[in-house]
């Protein structure tokens, strides 16, 4: 979303020009009365709150007694001590979920852009409509749908995949409930139209007559697609890889719901230590590690992938 | 060579019968569909559950078949009070985000000032941070401030959170907008405010409905956000998450399919209705 | 595949027998037998929605024909992909590949076929086309015209059989356009591949191609050299959509001998019998064909003076326009409606103006005659439409 918006704004503003020096007092200050408002609503509780909440990381002291900043960086260290697992396992459970949509979801974008022809719109409607169910509903239908006994526990039973998958670690027993895999189903699932949209934009936007072009030379449709289509979607395949890591990384719901203990991630963690444990400090500590890292992650994914470079 | 010959040499290989053949000219096609499968299916468990006569608390098996539920949707205490609640924040929400959104949009397309790449960056910000780091610190906020948490807390966090989206929507529509309409109009004696109402706005139109869209159903849905600065307040997502742990009555499943039909129906008819507008003037 | 690089220098023929295209109950091309020699610079023209864009797909192999072969030096290749064939196509609007730079668009071909050192083959290529300097530009940083030229290169470098170019100069303007025709010519006889050029632009066709043909409802009207489908055309469509025509109804009177009489509106007119391209005995209609820049005008007055044996129709100037080089004139002719008449700027008469009563006169030799069971006007106002 950044990255295919960000070269927009400067060009745009030049295309009308408005010499500052000519128009009246009343007249520059337009554009400030309106950013005032919502600006000033995103700096007080949004940015605001952010700072705050860094403060109170390197606070001590307790609720009867109050907090006090005392630059008491070790909470980090602590936090960081005792819970890296909950860390490395949000990261590892969105990366593959990231994967999974990646892989699900690019079918089902070109499919909507090249292949539905008029079926498009009903298609669409179709992947946008279940977002009008409550998610949480939804994710509780998981729980139906992957049940002990139900059919889809029972087929891979028959099948002895579940024997495998346990083999993997990444099942246990012959349930799948309560294990890494019902939670990376959960949030494939749940963050798998965040990686549709963007990327059936992205390839809306190919001229179909590139791949045209490409057949007419000599590149079968394998090729077709790793040199020509692939590249020209990066932008969504970017963009869409963002919106659902950021937001998988920091969900605790999927694991809430369809995990056991063990499939705790750091949302998890944060919610309980700022609502049950009311241990401040470290909820603010924990989320300032979750923050900086998604940030450092994404710097040098963008980085990586070379979007500035596209059209 | 004889023409037949080659007609039916080339023909065979076009419509060919070879199912494997098939499934490999197909196979985009099929993995997209069972995407979409995956995509669906929950919904299709809520509303088949939704006739469901559950015999304990939880709603996860199969037991009867029953429309109980749905001649008493708010059979369950607080539910629908919640649902309420849940539609009054989302309204308000919507409101306020789509203004404060709209403003900062129009001052971001259409002029120049200091300070825009901060602008910019403070409205990207909150849409690449995970929810539960804003939900945290804005409850740190209203904490130490003594402020109590209910329906403000939520309201506030929740225009904090849309009006991002907002913005997004409405600027690509005025930025792709081309400015010389506005200087059409006011050749043609319009005033500011004239040219504002009577072209700008019209044309930004669809793009605001969509932020406006956008934020009632992103707040409509919020848990996470909510989850803390709610205090003990119930919106729906809310009541969803408690009845986890306590029992889940058919009538949320009765809500969520009908929260889903009642959508898929609006898009329908604004996509008849759209169809037609455009046969009518092309 | 590439045992064929060897030789490059020639092009491949191309053979379309009982070759059609039906989407739905639209038929967009009836079943059409065409061959384009090797070498040769053939041109299909027509209006938009014609069938020309779809008969060169067909050749491309973007399209599969609904019947008949396509067949290319000799091999039928109607059931290869297009990444199998031996044809390169310039595309309308060009389609170059927004990521790559120039050179990898030019590349793109040789290393899809597997050819590792293509830097000497591209640098030529570029410089074929004068742009070496823009290498490593993309291509939305080049012109309209550099643009185009980067589409034929991409093509050429592959020594195709066959270069398809489907309306490649449609989005450039018209000097541009003059250009490239003149460019593209050069190209052409330069690396002697056969080249197939769709286009809606008469003039185009008639400037660059060796052999037109001339498409219209998904069939092939007429085909032949430029000059002759301008003399000679065989129907209404080519003679009102190439150049302008004068169409005149008329019987025939007499039908003996090299010439034929005929009657139209009371006056005589001759009509050499080779040039009627309808079977016509005494009593049919046909129609006769002038083109306007070969009738002359001349006053009333001076009727006396008209060369022998011309035909002459009398008249009345109703308009008169002048552009430069010629005087168009528009004269009323009792009973026969509008005639245009271009007049060369040599030696005005000062009577020629609106109101003037004229004598419209030619040589019958330059009278071609046409079948009168058709339309009259087709094609008529169909080039300007198309673009």
Known sequence: MSTTEAPAPPETADAEPLPLRKTPTRKRLIPYWLLLPGMLWLIVFFAAPLVYQASTSIQTGSLEEGFKVTWHFATYWDALGEYWPQFVRSVGYAGIATALCLLLGYPLAYLIAFKAGRWRNVVMILVIAPFFTSFLIRTLAWKTILADGGPVVGALNALHLLDVTSALGITEGHRVLATPLAVVCGLTYNFLPFMVLPLYTSLERIDPRLHEAAGDLYARPATTFRKVTFPLSMPGVVAGTLLTFIPAAGDYINAELLGSTDQKMIGNVIQSQFLRVLDYPTAAALSFILMAAILAMVTIYIRKSGTEDLV | ?282 | MTKNDQTQSSGGDVRLTGISKTYGSFTAVHPLDLTVPAGSFFALLGASGCGKTTTLRMIAGLEDPTTGTVELSGQDVTALPPYKRQVNTVFQNYALFPHLDIYENVAFGLRRRGIKSVKKQVEEMLDLVQLGPMARRKPQQLSGGQQQRVAVARALINHPQVLLLDEPLGALDLKLRRQMQLELKRIQTEVGITFVHVTHDQEEAMTMADTVAVMNGGRVEQLGAPADLYENPATTFVANFLGTSNLIEAEVVEAAGEELLLRAADTKLRLPAARCSATAGSGDKVLAGIRPEKMALAHTDDTGSLPDGHNQLPGRIKDASFIGVSTQYVIEAPGLGEISVYEQNIARDGRLVPGAEVVVHWNPAHTFGLDAAQDIAAGADLDEEAA
């Open chain 2, 1 to 282: 060579m004889a023409a037949t010959d080659t007609t039916t040499a080339a023909t065979a290989p076009r419509t060919g019968g070879n199912p494997l053949r098939w499934l490999r000219r197909n196979i985009v096609t099929l993995a997209g569909l069972a995407t979409l499968g995956y995509l669906i299916l929950p919904n299709v468990v809520v509303m088949v559950f939704s006739f469901n006569k559950p015999n304990g608390r939880f709603n996860y098996q199969w037991q009867h078949f029953s429309t109980d539920a749905w001649a008493d949707p708010c059979g369950v205490a607080d539910l629908c009070g919640s649902l309420g609640l849940s539609l009054q924040i989302a309204l308000w929400a919507t409101l306020g985000a789509t203004v404060l959104g709209t403003m900062i949009s129009f001052a971001l397309a259409r002029y120049r000032f200091r300070a825009r790449a901060g602008v910019n960056t403070l409205i990207f910000l909150p849409m690449a941070m995970p929810e539960v780091v804003m939900a945290a610190s804005l409850a740190t906020l209203f904490l130490n401030m003594g402020i109590e948490f209910g329906f403000w807390t939520i309201l506030i966090a929740h225009i904090m959170f849309c009006l991002s989206f907002v913005v997004t929507a409405v600027k690509a529509r005025v930025m792709s907008m081309d400015p010389r309409l506005e200087q059409a109009a006011q050749d043609l004696y319009a005033s500011p405010l004239q040219t504002f109402l009577r072209v700008t706005l019209p044309i930004a139109a669809p793009g605001i409905a969509s932020g406006a869209l956008l934020s009632f159903a992103l707040s409509f849905d919020d848990f996470i956000i909510t989850n803390f600065n709610a205090g003990s307040t119930v919106t729906f997502p809310m009541f969803v998450w408690g009845s986890a742990q306590r029992g889940t009555p058919v009538q949320i499943n009765v809500i969520g399919t009908a929260m889903f039909l009642v959508a898929v129906l609006c898009v329908l008819v604004g996509q008849v209705a759209g169809n037609r507008r455009k046969r009518s003037n092309p």
